[in-house]
């Protein structure tokens, strides 16, 4: 793999600036935000004064723990455009969830919102190795979603060569790659595992694709699985981490040199860790729920926004700005099985130990006798479908499974092919089990 290191001089100086300049900048931002907030969207105001916070309350950072926490329900009892803060015309974009579990929640963006969003993601992008005048395939769904769209606005901003070839025709995918000599890819690590079947469909070595780093998000996956689409393509594979809410991909990005966790663009997302249960701040370094503040935004100002995603906050290393560890899941895909809390994440990592089994898979939980199962279905990889490998592998997967998490598993190894693969954020959990 090349070394894709930027230069120091490439970056934009706040990424390497002092703590406490960056501490004076959100100060700054941060009473702005929470005045914006307070004063042009009724949720706010009523919920501050709900808490008895005013945002003269805040004359450092800290103070930020003694206002409330939004949840989604706040952004869904507002729709569609409750919780602007600008007048409706002003908006240039907006962006909504898919809305499959419930009301979508709406978001929107000023001009000058998208003109900062297009900075992080150019940030991002040119954290990951990427410089002016390389061609980027961005294979983040282009529409609501702010995938494509996202990583489009950082790609021009940073002077990219973007192909926008969105989600799906997997076939199509693998050609434009080798055609146009895509040096960057952008698109969920579970998509990147088809397009990686695809070559292998197609007669294609992964490893003499043009490709040198791919930029995964939008859903959790592991060092194991960095480790397995590095070694397949030969390319760097990072991580880049965003939610609607604060904005869309790009809040926080991987450094191609140290991939040891994401810098959080703390200029203008501000977070923190709470315990999910409490609500209390926790110190840096302490695994809990991840929450943000947006320091910029005007279109949607956002104060202590619950992700449900679960890491936990450390120093900057390449960056100062702090990192965020590798998120291990969401609060709302654990599982809790007998006792024991388990995420995906867990069986992936333990899946991709076992010689002889492809990287797809999925969870189905069942409950026969009213005691939760969970079956892990997976399948066999290219080259190892001979049933005596399945039946071993299988066992080697419940016993890893067994010893690391500490639950009883079933495995099914289906035939190639046999996994229901994703073309954007993979669907890991199946619960088949009666409603409560
Ligand atoms: O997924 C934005 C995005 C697009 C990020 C492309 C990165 C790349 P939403 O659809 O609102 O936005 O989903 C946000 O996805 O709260 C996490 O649970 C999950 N997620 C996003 N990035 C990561 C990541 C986009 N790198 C939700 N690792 C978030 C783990 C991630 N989970």
Redesign the pocket.
């Known amino acids: 793999m090349k070394d894709l290191t930027p230069s120091r001089e490439s970056l934009n100086p706040i990424e390497i600036a002092s703590r406490d300049e960056i501490a004076a900048l959100q100060l700054q931002r941060l009473k702005w935000s929470l005045r914006h907030a307070y004063e042009s969207v009724p949720h706010y105001k009523a919920s501050f004064d709900a808490a008895g916070v005013h945002p003269d309350d805040l004359t450092e950072l800290a103070d930020l723990a003694k206002f409330p926490l939004t949840v989604k329900q706040d952004l869904r009892d507002n729709y569609p455009f409750g919780m602007f803060a600008v007048p409706r015309e002003q908006v240039k974009r907006i962006h909504a ?1 898919s809305g499959t579990t419930g009301q979508p929640t709406v978001v929107g963006y000023t001009e000058n919102d998208l003109q900062v969003w297009g900075e992080v993601v150019a940030r991002s992008l040119r954290a990951s190795g990427l410089r002016p005048g390389d061609i980027l395939h961005n294979a ?1 769904g282009y529409g609501l ?3 494509g769209l ?2 489009h606005l950082g790609a021009d901003a940073l002077g990219l060569t973007t192909v926008p070839v969105s989600g799906g025709m997997t076939q199509r995918q693998v050609r434009l790659i080798e055609d146009f000599g895509a040096k960057g890819i ?1 698109v ?1 690590p579970s998509y990147a595992l088809s397009i990686l079947d695809e070559y292998a469909a197609q007669g294609l070595d992964p490893r003499n694709s043009p490709l040198e780093v791919g930029i ?6 592991t060092n194991a699985m960095r480790k397995e689409i590095e070694d397949a393509f030969d390319m760097h594979a990072v ?7 604060i904005m ?2 790009g809040v926080a990005n991987e450094c191609v040199e140290t991939k040891d966790g ?1 810098h959080i663009w703390e200029d203008h997302f501000y977070p923190e860790v709470i315990n999910p249960e409490t609500g209390e701040v926790l110190p840096d370094g302490e695994p809990g729920e991840l929450v943000f503040t947006s320091l910029s935004k005007e279109a949607f100002p956002i104060i202590r926004y619950r ?3 679960l890491t936990r906050l450390l120093p900057g290393t390449a960056r100062s700005m702090r990192r965020m560890e ?2 291990t899941g ?1 609060t709302d895909d654990m599982i809790i099985l007998r006792g024991v809390n388990v995420f995906p994440t867990q069986i992936e990592e333990q899946l991709m130990t076992v010689q002889g089994l492809a990287p797809h898979f999925q969870i189905e939980l069942t409950r026969p006798d009213r005691m939760d199962e969970m079956k892990i279905l997976t399948e066999a990889a290219e080259g190892f479908s001979a049933h005596d490998a399945r039946v071993h592998a299988a066992a080697t997967l419940r016993s890893r499974i067994k010893d690391s998490v500490g639950i009883s598993v079933k495995v099914e190894v289906a035939d190639p092919g046999g996994v229901a693969r994703s073309q954007g ?1 993979a669907v890991r959990i199946v619960d088949n089990r009666p409603p409560a």
């Not at 995964?216 to 996956?221: D, K, L, T, V, Y």
């Not at 991580?239 to 809410?245: A, C, K, N, P, R």
């Open positions: 969830s983040y979603f702010t995938g996202g990583i952008t969920t995964f998000g939008a859903e959790p996956w991580d880049i981490y965003g939610l609607s809410e869309g991909p994401l992700t449900r995603d590798k998120v969401r954020k």
